[in-house]
Nanobody, 115 residues
Framework: QVQLVESGGGLVQPGGSVRLSCAAS????????MGWYRQAPGTPRELVAV???????NYADSVKGRFTISRDNAKKMVTLQMNSLKPEDTAVYYC?????????WGQGTQVTVSS
């Protein structure tokens, strides 16, 4: 069973930066599409960014130019660098691994953007 463990969340001021990491285990990491999703209270979970097994990336319009997703297949890790944070970025951020019908989630890490 795939295991995903996120780290790096916390409280940050508007305009600040946070780096989230997701460590994967029990997975052939290189064949999976890896993504970050987020969910704010009372809203559905939404895609933030994804990096495919082929190395391409895709971002939600709301984070383009501010967030960067990257992966390290050797270390089985995916990171999300978040810059120029806004209060509306406040949410629980979840790591996701997807391959075919296999779809796994981490436990989530809270990011709060507030002064």
């Amino acid at each position: 069973q795939v295991q995903l463990v996120e780290s790096g969340g916390g409280l940050v001021q508007p305009g600040g930066s946070v780096r989230l990491s997701c460590a994967a285990s029990r997975i052939i990491f290189s064949i999976y599409d890896m993504g970050w999703y987020r969910q704010a209270p009372g809203t559905p979970r939404e895609l933030v960014a994804v990096t495919t097994s082929g190395g391409s990336t895709n971002y939600a319009d709301s984070v383009k130019g501010r967030f960067t997703i990257s992966r390290d297949n050797a270390k089985k890790m995916v990171t999300l660098q978040m810059n120029s944070l806004k209060p509306e970025d406040t949410a629980v951020y979840y790591c996701n691994a997807r391959w075919g019908t296999n779809n796994s989630w981490g436990q989530g890490t809270q990011v709060t953007v507030s002064s």
